[in-house]
C-alpha cells in the first residue's frame, strides 16, 4: 500500500510539473541563444542538459543585467550558473582479457539509471530503472531500447527489461506519446514505434497475457500516430497521416515544431542559412528526420547529398509503415487473447489495408525492392537503402519480393563487416558506409524468415567479427562502425563517435549466441 501511495504520488507531482515545464530554450531566451552560437560548450546538446545552480529567473535576470558590460564574459558566466553533465560511459574502461561477454554484462550496469529524482533540468523523470545508450546520451531513447532489451532478454534481466516497458506505459500515459528521449526538448516529437515489440518481448517471459496488460498505451500510441486521419481527403496529409490517392493510409515522420532543435541549435541555425526552403519548414523536416532516428541520411534529401534539402515530410517510410503495421496487428492479437472478435478484427483488417498499401506504393518492381514514397510527387523516391529488409522483417513481403531483396542486399549492401545502410557516401552518419546494429539486426532476421539463411549468416558473422575486433582494440563497442574499412572509425553526424553503446551490446550478445 506505501508503495502503491508513493507511485501516485510520484506520478501526480511529474503531472503537475508537465504543465509548469519550459524548455531550455524557453527559460533562457537570448542567453540560451548566445551559449549555443558561440559555442560555450564543444557539444550542443550539453548546455539544453545542464543543471542551473539558482533559478533559472535569476540566472536570466542577470544576464540581461550583465551582458552588455564590456568585462562579461559570457563562458564565466554560464560556468558559474550552470553544472554541465557528464557522459555515462566515459570513465568505464573494460579488462580486455576478461572477454566481450563480461564487458557487456558488466555495462548493463554501468549505463543503468534507477528511477530519476533530478530537479531543475530538462530530464522528464521516469519512475522506473532504465538503460542509457551512453556517452553524451545521458537518457532512454526510444527506439534505441528495443534493441538494448534484446541483449538484456539474452542476459536474463527480464524484470529491468519490465522496468523499461512500464516506463515507456508511463510516458505514453503521461504526454500521450513516447518522446524521442526522456527530455523536454524531445516532447515534440517521438521516434520509430517500436513498444509493440518490446510489449511483445516481454511477453515471451510473462505470458500473452502482458499484451492485455499494455493493450491500453498500444492503443494510444496508435492513436498518436493516426491523430486527424478521419479528417483527410485523398491526397492530403495531417500531422502523421497521409491519405493515399486510392483511400488508404499510410503515415510519415513528424514534428510538431518549427523551431531549431535546441541539442543540436547551432547547427540548425547555420545550414538554414543555405536552404532554399522556408525556415520553419525547414526546421521541421530536420526535426522530423530526428523521429526518424535516420538523422541524416541522404534517404531523406531531394538531391541525395545535401542537408539543405531535406524533405521527410513529403516522405511515406516504407520501413515507418511496417511498423505500424506491426503495432495493428498486436493490437489485434491482444483483442483475441481477451477473446473481443470484433475489435480484433477491425485491427486485423486496418493491419491487412495497410500491407496491401505498403506492397502497392512501396514496392519498386524495376529495382526489385522495396523503397520510400515521396507522396507530394506520387513517386518513389530514387534511394535505394538496408530499409529494404524491413518488410522482410516483418512477414510483409512474398517469398518471390524476399528473393529479390536478398540478391540486391548481397550485391548492393554487402561489405566485408556487415551491411551499410545507403549506396551514397555524403559525409552524413545514416550513409554509407556506416553501419548501425539495429539494421544489422533487422537485416538478418528479415532475411532469416525467408529461409535465406546464407547471407543472413555471413552479414551476422562479418558484424559481429568488427565488434570483436574493436573490443580487442579499445575495450569498447561503439555507437556506429565502418563497415568497408576495418582500420576506419565510422564518421559523420553532428558530435564525435560514442562508445557505450545499449544497442550495439544488445544486438552483439543476441547475435552470438544465436550464431554461436
Not at 542567453?31 to 550539453?46: E, H, N
Request: aromatic share 12%; net charge positive; charged share 20%.
Amino acid at each position: 500500500m506505501k508503495t502503491y501511495f508513493f507511485y501516485c504520488l510520484f506520478s501526480c507531482s511529474i503531472l503537475i510539473s508537465v504543465a509548469q515545464q519550459k524548455t531550455p530554450a524557453q527559460l533562457y531566451p537570448g542567453l540560451f541563444d548566445a551559449v549555443q552560437m558561440q559555442q560555450v560548450y564543444s557539444d550542443g546538446k550539453t548546455f539544453p542538459d545542464a543543471t542551473p545552480k539558482r533559478q533559472p529567473d535569476d540566472i536570466l535576470k542577470d544576464y540581461q543585467l550583465q551582458k552588455n558590460r564590456s568585462d562579461f564574459n559570457l563562458k564565466a558566466f554560464v560556468k558559474q550558473n550552470f553544472t554541465a553533465p557528464t557522459s555515462n560511459s566515459t570513465l568505464y574502461r573494460s579488462n580486455i582479457k576478461a572477454g566481450i561477454r563480461q564487458h557487456i554484462d558488466t555495462l548493463w550496469t554501468v549505463l543503468q539509471h534507477v528511477a530519476d529524482t533530478t530537479k531543475g533540468t530538462s530530464l522528464l523523470p521516469l519512475p522506473h530503472r532504465y538503460i542509457v545508450p551512453g556517452g553524451r546520451f545521458r537518457e532512454i531513447y526510444y527506439w534505441d531500447s528495443y534493441f538494448t532489451m534484446l541483449g538484456l532478454e539474452e542476459a536474463k534481466r527480464y524484470s529491468l527489461i519490465e522496468s523499461m516497458v512500464k516506463n515507456f506505459a508511463y510516458l505514453i500515459d503521461t504526454y500521450g506519446h513516447i518522446p524521442n528521449g526522456n527530455r523536454n526538448y524531445y516532447l515534440s516529437r517521438s521516434q520509430p514505434p517500436f513498444f509493440a515489440l518490446m510489449v511483445s518481448l516481454l511477453a515471451k517471459k510473462q505470458g500473452q497475457d502482458a499484451l492485455v496488460k499494455y493493450r491500453p498505451q498500444l492503443l494510444k500510441e496508435y492513436n498518436f500516430w493516426m491523430n486527424s486521419a478521419e479528417k483527410l481527403k485523398p491526397g492530403d496529409a495531417l500531422n502523421h497521416t497521409v491519405r493515399m490517392p486510392d483511400g488508404s493510409l499510410l503515415n510519415r515522420y513528424w514534428d510538431n515544431s518549427t523551431k531549431p532543435r535546441e541539442e543540436s541549435y547551432r547547427e540548425d541555425v547555420l545550414a538554414g542559412r543555405s536552404t532554399h526552403q522556408p525556415l520553419p519548414e525547414f526546421y521541421r523536416n530536420l526535426r522530423s528526420t530526428a523521429e526518424s532516428g535516420w538523422d541524416f541520411s541522404s534517404r531523406w534529401m531531394a538531391d541525395g547529398k545535401t542537408l539543405q534539402t531535406t524533405q521527410i515530410t513529403s516522405i511515406i517510410p516504407v520501413d515507418l509503415n511496417c511498423l505500424l503495421y506491426n503495432l495493428e496487428s498486436t493490437i489485434a492479437q491482444s483483442y483475441r487473447i481477451s477473446g473481443e472478435a470484433k475489435q480484433a478484427t477491425i485491427f486485423a483488417q486496418k493491419a491487412q489495408k495497410r500491407k496491401l498499401a505498403i506492397n502497392k506504393y512501396c514496392w519498386n518492381k524495376a529495382s526489385g525492392c522495396y523503397g520510400d514514397y515521396n507522396w507530394q510527387q506520387k513517386a518513389l523516391t530514387k534511394q535505394i537503402t538496408i530499409a529494404t529488409a524491413s518488410p522482410l522483417f516483418f512477414n510483409i513481403a512474398t517469398q518471390q519480393q524476399a528473393a529479390s531483396i536478398a540478391k540486391i542486399i548481397q550485391s548492393k549492401f554487402l561489405q566485408p563487416s556487415g551491411v551499410s545502410t545507403t549506396l551514397y557516401k555524403t559525409g552524413q552518419q545514416w550513409d554509407r558506409p556506416n553501419g548501425w546494429a539495429p539494421l544489422q539486426y533487422i537485416t538478418i532476421m528479415g532475411l532469416r524468415n525467408y529461409k535465406q539463411t546464407a547471407l543472413a549468416k555471413t552479414i551476422a558473422l562479418r558484424w559481429i567479427k568488427l565488434n570483436l575486433k574493436e573490443f580487442e582494440h579499445s575495450g569498447k563497442l561503439l555507437e556506429k562502425y565502418d563497415t568497408e574499412n576495418l582500420k576506419a572509425k565510422a564518421g559523420g553526424g553532428e558530435y564525435p563517435l560514442q562508445d557505450g553503446f545499449g544497442w550495439t551490446n544488445g544486438v552483439l550478445l543476441k547475435l552470438m549466441n544465436i550464431y554461436q
